[in-house]
């Protein structure tokens, strides 16, 4: 046993045994230490030697990467980009098709977006504001669109004042197998920008200490999740979590239903943004989240 750990370790001059490393793997042994890792820690390996260089470059890493239905994902890629007339993407390495999908792929019409989460390699999605259905929303005595430079989307939609709060939404996709949490992102307050500092004005901000909002979805397998929640805190973008749901499947599509209302019209409500429902793979929570009651 001595004697082999002498010649893993080797010898340097004057009879001292050299400490093998992680610098010291061959190829194929780097390429098993980064089937183990996200896509970032692989990056930041790569640049350790010439062997995970190696390594890190091999389309068996980058395939474990990538989702399942990965093929059906890039046709979204293929109608995205110009002309739509789709690339031979047998002839492009793992690692770019990964490099790809890790960017937003917009579809119906730049108002959704999906992409690839890189630690994890889960399917992320994001529908702005015009994707859904708001009531009121084309009276701008009650709502308005706002250009800014905080929403993915660079546009929200401010509730200037109304009695009935309801937005509507439903995705029809095929996510790949796992875990997922659907998120309503808000924020109380309408914020602007002034010599350049971020302020918040929380004038118009009323009627959501009154009553809880109450978020629901269900999916077309007979998953659903009712609950509720008051909504507080002006200033700060909130991810308010309606639930969770599995995608049994990477090849086939699952639909959702989702909402979000506050629909007791004995008062009035206002002050609030309305930025976009993402659906995100469970655990992966990259801003406040506000878990509601069930």
């Given at each position: 046993m001595?004697?082999?750990?002498?010649?893993?370790?080797?010898?340097?001059?004057?009879?001292?045994?050299?400490?093998?490393?992680?610098?010291?793997?061959?190829?194929?042994c780097?390429?098993e230490?980064?089937?183990?890792?996200?896509?970032?820690?692989?990056?930041?390996?790569?640049?350790?030697?010439r062997e995970?260089?190696?390594?890190?470059a091999?389309?068996f890493?980058?395939?474990?990467?990538?989702?399942?239905?990965?093929?059906r994902l890039?046709r979204?890629v293929?109608?995205?980009e110009?002309?739509g007339?789709?690339?031979?993407?047998?002839?492009?390495?793992?690692?770019?098709?990964?490099?790809?999908?890790?960017?937003?792929?917009p579809f119906?019409?730049?108002?959704?977006?999906?992409?690839?989460?890189?630690?994890?390699?889960?399917i992320?999605?994001?529908?702005?504001?015009?994707?859904l259905?708001?009531t009121g929303?084309?009276?701008r005595r009650?709502?308005?669109?706002?250009p800014?430079?905080?929403?993915?989307?660079?546009?929200?939609?401010?509730l200037?004042q109304?009695?009935?709060?309801?937005?509507?939404?439903e995705?029809?996709?095929?996510?790949p197998?796992g875990?997922?949490?659907?998120?309503?992102?808000?924020?109380?307050?309408?914020?602007?920008?002034?010599?350049?500092?971020?302020?918040?004005?929380?004038?118009?901000?009323?009627?959501?200490?009154?009553?809880?909002?109450?978020?629901?979805?269900?999916?077309?397998?007979?998953?659903?999740?009712?609950?509720?929640?008051?909504l507080?805190?002006?200033?700060?973008?909130?991810?308010?979590?309606?639930?969770?749901?599995?995608?049994?499947?990477?090849?086939?599509?699952?639909?959702?239903?989702?909402?979000?209302?506050?629909?007791?019209?004995t008062h009035?409500?206002?002050?609030?943004?309305?930025?976009?429902?993402?659906?995100y793979?469970?655990?992966?929570?990259?801003?406040?989240?506000?878990?509601?009651?069930?």
């Amino acid at each position: 046993m001595g004697a082999g750990a002498s010649d893993l370790g080797g010898v340097e001059p004057g009879g001292k045994v050299a400490r093998a490393g992680l610098g010291d793997l061959p190829e194929l042994c780097a390429a098993e230490v980064l089937l183990r890792l996200g896509a970032p820690d692989i990056c930041r390996l790569a640049r350790l030697n010439r062997e995970f260089r190696g390594a890190a470059a091999a389309d068996f890493v980058w395939e474990a990467k990538l989702p399942g239905n990965y093929g059906r994902l890039l046709r979204f890629v293929d109608d995205a980009e110009e002309g739509g007339s789709g690339r031979d993407w047998s002839a492009v390495g793992k690692k770019d098709v990964f490099a790809r999908l890790a960017k937003p792929v917009p579809f119906d019409g730049g108002k959704r977006e999906f992409w690839l989460e890189k630690s994890k390699g889960g399917i992320c999605m994001a529908l702005s504001s015009k994707a859904l259905v708001i009531t009121g929303i084309d009276d701008r005595r009650y709502w308005i669109n706002m250009p800014t430079t905080e929403s993915r989307f660079h546009s929200i939609a401010y509730l200037q004042q109304i009695w009935w709060f309801e937005v509507v939404g439903e995705v029809d996709f095929c996510f790949p197998a796992g875990t997922y949490s659907l998120y309503f992102r808000l924020h109380l307050g309408k914020s602007s920008t002034r010599f350049g500092r971020r302020i918040c004005s929380s004038e118009q901000v009323h009627g959501w200490d009154k009553k809880p909002v109450r978020l629901q979805f269900s999916t077309s397998d007979g998953q659903h999740a009712v609950s509720q929640c008051y909504l507080d805190e002006p200033g700060s973008w909130i991810l308010y979590h309606v639930g969770d749901f599995v995608a049994s499947s990477s090849e086939e599509s699952i639909k959702l239903k989702f909402s979000l209302a506050q629909i007791d019209c004995t008062h009035t409500k206002g002050g609030l943004c309305v930025d976009s429902v993402l659906i995100y793979p469970k655990g992966f929570e990259p801003e406040r989240v506000i878990k509601a009651q069930k």
